[in-house]
Nanobody
Framework: QVQLVESGGGSVQAGQSLTLSCAAS????????LAWYRQPLGKLRELVAR???????EYADYARGRFTISRGDAKNILSLQMDNLEPPDAAVYYC?????????????WGQGTTVAVSS
């Protein structure tokens, strides 16, 4: 059973930075995409950034230029550097992986880490 565990969330003031990490345990599938999503309080979950195995990266408009997604190693598989944080960035941030386990499509979510940003 694969588990994803996010870390690095916390409370910061506007303009400060945080780095989120995603650690994986268990046998990962053949990965297609790694991504960060977020869910602000009372809102729907939304894509922050994603990277595929070819190294192609996509950012949400609000994240481009402030956030950087990076692949890691076999254990700490993904990170998200967030600079110049703003109060609207406050949310629960989730690590996400999809891929293939044999013929079966797989998608896995972490439990989330909370980011709070005060003005």
């Amino acid at each position: 059973q694969v588990q994803l565990v996010e870390s690095g969330g916390g409370s910061v003031q506007a303009g400060q930075s945080l780095t989120l990490s995603c650690a994986a345990s268990g046998s990962l599938p053949n990965i297609n995409t790694l991504a960060w999503y977020r869910q602000p309080l009372g809102k729907l979950r939304e894509l922050v950034a994603r990277i595929n195995t070819a190294g192609s990266v996509e950012y949400a408009d609000y994240a481009r230029g402030r956030f950087t997604i990076s692949r890691g190693d076999a254990k700490n598989i993904l990170s998200l550097q967030m600079d110049n944080l703003e109060p609207p960035d406050a949310a629960v941030y989730y690590c996400y992986v999809d891929g293939w386990s044999g013929p079966r499509a797989v998608n896995i979510w972490g439990q989330g880490t909370t980011v709070a940003v005060s003005s």
